[in-house]
């Protein structure tokens, strides 16, 4: 795939991070990867150190969506440009399917109601069915 939206809720990040790194360990792969974390807090990001190295790969983006947060001002300066306030929501999803490059294969995983959410959200953006995998 051209580029590839993981859309991960909580412990839903597990299984997006083994294929992450197999894309950023192949110097031949030229995927684009959009991964989006919600999370209910910024204490409850998993995996920090290891995301923001991510991160700083050429062809990675990482967003963070923080439900449970106030204000962006309480965050380090490095997570403030790409930490969205509130939930991932159709409009947002909407704003970083814009933003992809191409056009996405989007994986999911989260909870079930999350999983049906960015279903929906999906089809509302105009991403295929056939264009998803819910895990």
């Not at 839903?12 to 294929?19: E, F, H, K, Q, V």
């Not at 306030?85 to 159709?90: A, K, T």
């Amino acid at each position: 795939h051209g580029e590839l939206l993981m859309l991960a809720s909580g412990t839903g990040l597990a299984p997006m991070l083994p294929i992450l790194q197999s894309i950023t360990d192949d110097e031949e792969d030229e995927t684009f990867v959009t991964l989006v974390g919600c999370f209910s807090t910024f204490e409850k990001i998993y995996l920090k150190p290891l995301l923001q190295d991510l991160a700083r790969y050429w062809n990675v983006r990482i967003f963070y969506v923080l439900s449970q947060e106030t204000s962006l001002e309480k965050l380090p300066w490095s997570y403030r440009e790409n930490t969205y306030i509130g939930r991932l929501n159709e409009d947002l999803m909407k704003t970083i399917i814009n933003s992809c490059r191409r056009k996405p294969f989007v994986l999911i995983c989260g909870s079930s109601t999350f999983n049906e959410d960015m279903r929906r959200y999906l089809k509302a953006a105009g991403v295929e069915e056939n264009s998803c995998f819910v895990f």
